[in-house]
Structure formats: structure tokens, C-alpha cells
């Protein structure tokens, strides 16, 4: 157990809809990383948070939004989903925000889009 | 990011030793090597990093070369529970990051370690 907690753990929806993943790092971690795995795609970076502000962006849809509140826990917002949305949502954490430390990453958000 | 290649799979007995390598020609001098690995049905996890010299933790051991082009993960005695997708990383020393690093992880296809009873 990594200490990072991911909800929902299973995800189907349709089309067109739009959908929020949870992520509760670490106690004590502050930065957020969000990553997608897809088969043809692999694992990459989405979008990284610290302490409440946006660090870093990778290869994120303007579809996609993400924020970290106040308590460190984050949210990725998918809205619009197309059938290619369908993965694993990763979300890591990290004491720091700027690569010293290892990631612990959380258990997945599998999203299916129908 | 400076890239790595890796085999795309390797199979290994029960109990026996594995290295897991990793080539990395065009690492700079400041770029920290990680080693990840992903079990099956589960998020990634560290195993190890090294920056020159080699490293040992209670998970592995990362085995360096002089001119940091490759490096090698060892497992002293796989067991089943090691049977996962393993990634070489490389990452920029913090303080050189920049721009939009700031640590993320940046993965490529990794080893698919088999590991037979």
C-alpha cells in the first residue's frame, strides 16, 4: 500500500460525458502528479501539482483539467470523453515538487468510455 | 528528455539472479537514473536510483557504468512477486530542471520481466 488513494477505482461512461477522478496523496506529500496509460500510449504525464498550484503540464487535452485544493487531495477533470479517453488515470505523489524524491503512486482509475 | 532503450522482454527463474539493462548514450551529467516497476494491476513503484556510484537498497541493486552510457538493475534472487514491467528513467537533477521537469516521470516501454517458478 502506497499510502495514495484513488476513487472511483472503475469508471464507464459514454461519450460526450464528463467525469472527476480523486486523488488523496501521501500525509505530508505535496505535490500531485497525474499520468495515463493506454495500450498504444504506454504511461505519460498529464499534469503535476504543488501545494496547491499547477507545477507542470505534459501531454494534457484541453478536455482535461486538474486542481489541487486546500487539504493537498486533487481532481482530474475529463469532460467531452471519446471512446480514446479509455485508460488507467495514475495519480503519484511526492514530498517534493521538484524531483528529489521518489513518486508513490496510487492504485489507478480505470476509465472506460462506451 | 534524454532517452533510454531497453529490452523489450527477459525471463528468469525462480531464485536466480536478473539483470535488467538499460542504455542511456545521451544522458547528461546532472540526470539522476530511476529505476520504476509496475506490477500487474497496480500503479508503478521506485525501486532504486543512482547518480555515478552503484547503489544497493533492500529491493535491488543499480550497477552504473564509468561513462553513465548504461546502467544495470540486479535482482540478487528473483522471486515471483517480481514478475512486473521494469523502466529505466532518467531525471534532471532538480536544481537544473527548469522549465516544465519539475520531476516528473517520463516512461518508455520498460522490460517485461517473466519470472518462472
Known amino acids: 500500500d502506497s499510502g495514495v488513494t484513488q476513487t472511483p477505482k472503475h469508471l464507464i461512461t459514454a461519450t460526450g460525458q464528463r467525469v472527476t477522478l480523486r486523488c488523496s496523496p501521501r500525509?505530508?506529500?505535496?505535490?500531485v502528479y497525474w499520468y495515463q496509460q493506454s495500450l498504444d500510449q504506454g504511461l505519460q504525464f498529464l499534469i503535476q501539482?504543488?501545494?496547491?498550484?499547477?507545477?507542470a503540464k505534459g501531454n494534457i487535452l484541453e478536455r482535461f483539467s486538474a486542481q489541487q485544493f486546500p487539504d493537498l487531495h486533487s481532481e482530474l477533470n475529463l469532460s467531452s470523453l471519446e471512446l480514446g479517453d479509455s485508460a488507467l488515470y495514475f495519480c503519484?505523489?511526492?514530498?517534493?515538487?521538484?524531483?528529489?524524491?521518489?513518486?508513490?503512486f496510487g492504485p489507478g482509475t480505470r476509465l472506460t468510455v462506451l | 528528455d534524454a532517452k533510454t532503450t531497453q529490452p523489450n522482454s527477459m525471463e528468469s527463474n525462480e531464485e536466480e539472479p536478473v539483470h535488467l539493462p538499460c542504455n542511456h548514450s545521451?544522458?547528461?551529467?546532472?540526470?539522476?537514473i530511476h529505476w520504476y516497476r509496475q506490477l500487474p494491476s497496480q500503479g508503478p513503484e521506485y525501486v532504486i536510483h543512482g547518480l555515478t556510484s552503484n547503489v544497493n537498497n533492500r529491493m535491488a541493486s543499480l550497477a552504473i557504468a564509468e561513462d553513465r552510457k548504461s546502467s544495470t538493475l540486479i535482482l540478487h534472487r528473483a522471486t515471483l512477486r517480481d514478475a512486473a514491467v521494469y523502466y529505466c528513467?532518467?531525471?534532471?537533477?532538480?536544481?537544473?530542471?527548469?522549465?516544465?521537469?519539475?520531476?516528473?516521470?517520463?516512461f518508455g516501454q520498460g522490460t517485461i520481466l517473466t519470472v518462472h517458478p
Open positions: 545521451t544522458i547528461s551529467g546532472t540526470d539522476y
Open positions: 501539482y504543488y501545494n496547491g498550484e499547477e507545477r
Open positions: 503519484a505523489s511526492s514530498v517534493d515538487g521538484v524531483g528529489y524524491n521518489e513518486q508513490f
Open positions: 500525509s505530508g506529500d505535496l505535490s
Open positions: 528513467i532518467l531525471r534532471a537533477r532538480p536544481l537544473n530542471a527548469g522549465g516544465t521537469s519539475y520531476g516528473k516521470l517520463t
